[in-house]
């Protein structure tokens, strides 16, 4: 389960993006602070999280020689 807070947050290597910050159940708690930046399109709890909350998949790892443009999540 997750809620969005409504509190957006600065991409860290692009701060031209805002990102929403939710609150999730599954956050592992042994893992740092217990705060996770997600990755939706290469982690599969980020994924199913993604879908479910209607968030955007952006691949940040293609094959070499693939096109940006028309990668598609292999899954």
Known sequence: MGYDTGIRAR???????ELPVYVANFVLMAYGTGAIFGCPAHDQRDLDFARKYRLPVVPVVIP?????GSFRDWR
């Open 11 to 17: 991409h860290p290597l692009d701060p031209s993006w």
């Open 64 to 68: 070499e020689n693939a096109a940006a």
